[in-house]
């Protein structure tokens, strides 16, 4: 990181809010001519003028307006790492990061969670909720540290803890027809209803695992469309735009609007697995693998026998 770049790149966006290279800065507590000085610099470096003085101030040229988006982006990140410097001088653990699939976020996240509060009190601990593709990028790139996702197998260097099995489960608009047939549904009975998929870039998995129940009851899946999220398969599903495919664990969410059947078999889907980077292996890691022997050990892949919530009435 240049941070000579860094620090005139935050002396740009003090100008162009305050919109007054007096203002600025005073609020940088530096005088005005060092403040100026930075700004020409940083304009000779970038080969473009970055602001333009008017009779009561200052305020960004069409270039500077451009750049003002990553500016604060750059300052953010200058923040975090001086604050992390601070939390790490003071002798606290280092933040983790988790990214999660809504699929997680109730069954597996909590615990995880609370657990690895338990055993780092001192560090923080941040989620994001993101795809199974999304997390995963997420790993490679050391955005985070450790995911919740539905994958089944590994792909270096990631690696993956399995956390236990899962069920696909028919997801119906309250009222539909299929609600009044058997229980548990045999999947033969969706074969001509519009179904609502993920792109299988999001969760590749679940996408391949959707497929093969689907040819092996005897028929393609009808997509009606792709939707971008579990949560908006849901919603489709509730607006009365067609019936899917999903993960037990979304079943339990209780949607107002869908009801969720047990599919005859049953049906197996790809279950929630730990994930992390075996390139960048931290304590974080080594704890939450500790945690999920314990919270759930090898005997607990077994699929669950719970039922999907029943339709609202």
């Keep these: 990181m240049d941070f ?61 307006e451009a750049l003002l988006p990553l500016a604060r982006r750059v300052a953010g990140n200058a923040a975090d790492l001086e604050a992390l410097a601070r ?6 653990s280092a933040p983790v990061a988790i990214a999660c699939v809504t699929s997680a976020l109730f069954d597996y996240l909590p615990p995880l969670v609370r657990a690895m509060q338990a055993a780092r009190p001192d560090a923080a601990i941040a989620v994001r909720e993101m795809d199974t593709a999304d997390a995963t990028e997420a790993l490679r790139r050391g955005e985070v540290d450790l995911a919740l996702l539905r994958a089944d197998r590994e792909v270096a260097p990631l690696r993956l803890r399995p956390l236990g099995e899962d069920r696909l ?96 078999g049953p049906v197996r889907g790809v279950g929630v697995a730990l994930a992390w980077n075996a390139e960048r292996e931290s304590e974080a890691v080594r704890i939450a693998l500790g945690i999920a022997e314990q919270a759930w050990p090898p005997s607990a892949a077994a699929p669950q026998n719970r039922s999907p919530t029943k339709a609202r009435k």
């Design 4 to 64: 000579r770049l860094v620090r005139r790149l935050g002396h740009f966006l003090a100008v162009a809010e305050e919109g007054h290279f007096g203002r600025a800065a005073a609020r940088l507590g530096i005088s005005q001519p060092p403040l100026t000085a930075q700004i020409q610099a940083l304009e000779r470096e970038l080969g473009v003028r970055l602001l333009e003085r008017t009779g009561k101030g200052a305020r960004p040229t069409r270039e500077g």
């Design 87 to 92: 939390e790490l001088r003071a002798g606290r």
């Design 169 to 264: 489960v028919a997801a119906l608009p309250v009222g539909h027809a299929l609600l009044a047939g058997p229980d548990p549904l045999p999947l033969a009975l969706l074969a001509d209803a519009p179904m609502l998929v993920l792109p299988r870039a999001i969760s590749p998995a679940y996408a391949d695992a959707m497929t093969a129940a689907c040819r092996d009851a005897g028929f393609a899946p009808q997509a009606v469309r792709e939707v971008g999220s579990a949560m908006a398969q849901l919603g489709f599903v509730a607006a009365g735009l067609g019936v899917a495919l999903v993960s037990e664990g979304m079943a339990r969410l209780d949607p107002p609007g869908v009801a969720f059947r047990v599919l005859a």
